[in-house]
Every structure is written in structure tokens, then in C-alpha cells.
């Protein structure tokens, strides 16, 4: 195990993806929120699994992916998250530490098996989610070192974590063990209909205790349930140190008290599978925020790893995101 | 289950494929001979694994992928292979069936876990890859039901099969229902590698029983142990009644008797993976073969499919190949 410090220590839900093209009659068969990420048992994991077409498996998690992305920028980056001891926790387990991510949360030995996502991509490149969450969701204040958390300057959380009720206490324990060290806590809302379920105790954890706060147009918008963007951006500014918000090809507004910074989408040639956009736009203004950049050149890197990784099939990079960078002066 | 009519049987591993952008110097250090495909056992697999970068999970095996091929362009295609009830298992399973393939094997609750590839592709889009076959050589003539050989009217198997022996007693066993039925025997060599491991086998084998022999220059080379192609193929042809013999960028010879047809590669944009071009251009000629089509006609189908699967990663059909045939007048 290293002991070196870490830039940014991730914790979320720990799920390989099962990735599968749809059309979008496909998504209204199902009963599906297209865009959204619905939660499903193991039985309806297994009827859906039967109804989809031929799929592809990558490794995701939105925490993870974020990650993920940090050490392809060649930052430190850890993740606390849990698999069973199984096929797909293997592969999640070897992705993540083969992209150069410190996991080091044992594998359950016994209880559910690990987490899948079913993403289903429409042609349009926007995806649906059906989650089931399985082992990930039994993840408990036991799997969270207070020494890997002390070793992070930033401690980002999914709000995905809120939907497992055990994972609640797993996180309540890694924000206080980063207010122990000094670090700062980042949060994203992860999904509109995720903040629906969890709007107050979203609200309680932002004034309490979030440092920096991601979301997209929609999740900001449930959050303080208005669909003036402009109004729910200020709300944000006021509730956290920085607040970074994405408008997916409108691109982003970051703002830290009276600092505003608007930054356009970086263009991409072809968009394939939106999937991963958000959580890889969190790992470049994180990779930015822990080197000291300003929020301009974090939204940047943020802009940079989120074209990257809609331009494939799969929420992970598959180009190194330092020569990215290095490509656009960063 | 269903009682139609199959245009194909085909019978091999049963593999999901663990697939890994590399460079070249990986395939070095790992003394892997570039383009051909060495069997590991499992603890070389996990050793490697550990050493290999994040990858993509994507069903494989060769005449999996072939038949996969021969369902998508609208085709009906059975698969015999073996799978442990494992998930990868589960996904090997699920694709095949998900791609409109018949595929009753039954997994299997004990023994080794299921076969998996590693498909490492160096910036040429070469393919070179380590196999641990796992459950798929374990497979025994009570795996091989005569009564879905009978209905078929092509039993197509792939060489690799010649590695696993116990897997030669269950082929046996489908050649002969297929020849107690009046169908044809098509044979794929499958890599030079595996007809240097095996060559006076299958020289016996391609006397007494197959019809349609599939095979690339190195292969074909290999068995008759000759640089010369144009020698190779002269005595394929006199072997079997069809051979296919496939050239890579080069294009397609298919030989029946004194009928010779040179076929060209069909242009791809971008050639990413060359991972399954032999499996799929056996799935569009052997189509083309089962709808009576002239060798000329069957070497096209054969060469669109080729290309579908060389312009992504993954040895399965993205698109429709049904479509891609109509759209060239096919």
C-alpha cells in the first residue's frame, strides 16, 4: 500500500456497466425516464438483463469514473467502494487499480452480488440507466478508513450513495474524518430524480458540510426545485465554496462567491454515449482545484475529460487525459 | 424451444473476451507472438490480468462470433459450447441468445469457470491474444444433442477446439449426426499456431469429412507448410469441395473444383480491431452458401461482415449485417 498523499479520495457506488444501443421505442417498452438512472431488485435485473440486446461490460460508477479520470491526469486519486467477491467484482476491482486508482476495500464475502448498471444508449448518444445496486449497497462505516480519507486534500462523494441507507453512515464517517484533517468535501447530486428522493437531507449536507458542489442543469433545478437555472446557480454560489455546474453542450458555469466563470463545451466530432460526462467533467475541475488552478482552468480540464469520454462507448478514458491536457496547454 | 430449421450448427469455445488497447512494447514484454493466440492457464491469466490495463468485456469466441454473424443478417444459427453457471457465464449466454442465436448447452455447475480472451490491439488494430479456456474444454459428447445437429443444414466448427481434447469426442460426435443427416461439414483452421500444434489432424480430418474449409494465408500455409499461397490454395481445392481462404487487406479467394473467385476486401474508414474479421467473413459466406448463392455472392457477404466487425472493438456485430447486405443489393 503507498503511502502517499492523494488528491482527491472518491467514494461511491462500485458497479461495471452493462452497456447495450437501443432505439427509443426500447426505452418506452420499458417504462423507462430516458436520461434518467432508475433503481431495480435482482429479479428485475434479470427480466430486463433477458429483454436487452447483445451488451458490452465496462467498468463505471460515477465516483469511480471521476477517479478514474484524476489518475489519468496523473493525479492521486483513491476509491472506497465495495463488490462481492465475484466475476464482475474482479473486473471492477482490476480496472480501477489497472487505471492507476488506489481501491483497496475488500470484497464482501458473502451477501449480494456486485453492482451493474444497465446503460442503454439511444442514437441520439443520451443514456438511460437501470441500476441494480447489490453488493455496493451494503457498504458500511467498516470499509472506511479514517487513515486513506486523512492521506486526501478533497474527499468527493456521489449523491448516488443516498439511495443505500447503509451507505449513509459510511459517508457521515468519511466527512468527519476529513474535517479532521483539514480536507475539503465535494458532493454531486448524480441525478435529478436521485435528488428528488433526497432533496432536504441534500440541502442539510450542503450548508453543513460541502465544500464543492457538482450538478448538471436538471439536478440544480430539482435541488431548489425552480427551473430558472440562472436563479438555482446563485442559490448554489451562496450555499458552497465553489459550485460547478454543467449544461451539458452549453457547457458550464463554475462560480466561487463572487467569481463567476462561464465555459463552453469543448467540441467533439462525434458523440457516442453521453454516459460518464459528468462524472469526468468533476474529475478535470477536481484535477484543477487540487493543483491550484483557477476555476476558468479547472472548468477547462473538466470541459477536456468529458469530451473525451462521450466520444466512446463507456464512462471510463480510454486516451490518457495528461496528454489531453498537455495538447491544450494545460 | 424452437423446432425451425438451422442454416448452421456451429460448435467451440465458449469464451467472453477481456479486451485491452496496448502498444507494441507490451506484446514484447510478455512474449506474446504478435497476431496469434497462446492458451494460459488460470494462474498465468490472473498473472497477466494484473499486468494488463483497463479493458472491456465483449462475448467472443470464434465460432460464437460466427454464428452471431449469421443471426444478424438474418440467418438462423445454433451454437454448442460450454459455460460455467458463472457470470461470465451468465453474459456469454445472454449475448449469443440476445443476438437471435439458438444456444441450449446447458452450463455447467462444477469444473473450471468460464473461458476468457485476452484480446490485447496495438495501435495497427492487430490482434494478439492469451486464452484461458476454462469451461469450454470440458465439453463431452452428452454436450452435443444429435437432434439439433439433424436440423441444421451446415455443422461448422472451429479448430481451436483441436486444443481442448476432450473436445474432439464431442466435434466427432457432430460430425457424424451431420453426416447421418445429409448436411455439410465446414471447417475453420482458426490460427497458424493452433495448425502447427494440430496439422496432420486436421489433414485428416479435411479427407474424411469437411466440405468447406475456411482459412487465412498463414494458416493455410501452415497446414500445407508452404510460403506460397497460390500453391496452398491449389491444394485446398483440391481438398474440399469449397475452400475459403481469406487474405486480410488483400481480399478473398474462394475455390470449388476448376471455379476460382478473387474477391476484394471491402473498404473500412477507420479499422480499429481486427479481432473477428475471419469469424464474421465465415459467417457471411457460410449465409451466403446456405441461400445457395454463388461463390462469388457468398465471398461478398463474407467481406461486409469482415468489414462491420474490423471498423469497432469486439468480435460481434454492431449493426445489422441483414441491413448492410440489403444496402449493397445483397
Sequence with gaps: MSIKALDVIAIGNAIVDVIAAVDDAFIAAEGMAKGGMTLIDAGTAAAVYSRMGPAREISGGSAANTAA??????????????????????IFAHDIRAGGVEFSTAPATMGMPTARCFVFVTPDAQRTMMTFLGASTEITPDDVAPAII?????????????????????????????????????????????????????????????????????????????????????????????????????????IAGAERVESPAEPVAKIVDTTGAGDLYAAGFLFGQALGYDLAASARLGGLAAAEVISHFGARPEQSLADIARAHGL
Design 69 to 90: 479520470g484524476i489518475a489519468s491526469f496523473g493525479g492521486q486519486a483513491g476509491f472506497v467502494g465495495r463488490v462481492r467477491d465475484d466475476q464482475l467484482g474482479n
Design 150 to 254: 486523512g492521506r486526501a486534500g478533497i474527499l468527493y462523494i456521489e449523491g448516488y450513495l443516498w439511495d443505500a441507507p447503509p451507505a449513509k453512515a459510511a459517508v457521515l464517517k468519511a466527512i468527519q474524518a476529513m474535517r479532521a484533517s483539514g480536507g475539503k468535501v465535494a458532493l454531486t447530486l448524480s441525478d435529478s430524480f436521485c435528488v428528488e428522493r433526497h432533496r432536504a437531507e441534500f440541502l442539510d449536507l450542503l450548508d453543513a458540510h460541502v465544500d464543492i458542489l457538482f450538478a448538471n442543469e436538471a439536478e440544480i433545478g430539482a435541488l431548489y426545485e425552480t427551473d430558472d437555472f440562472a436563479a438555482a446557480a446563485t442559490l448554489a454560489g451562496k450555499a458552497v465554496a465553489v459550485a460547478a455546474l454543467t449544461r451539458g453542450p452549453a457547457g458550464s458555469v463554475a
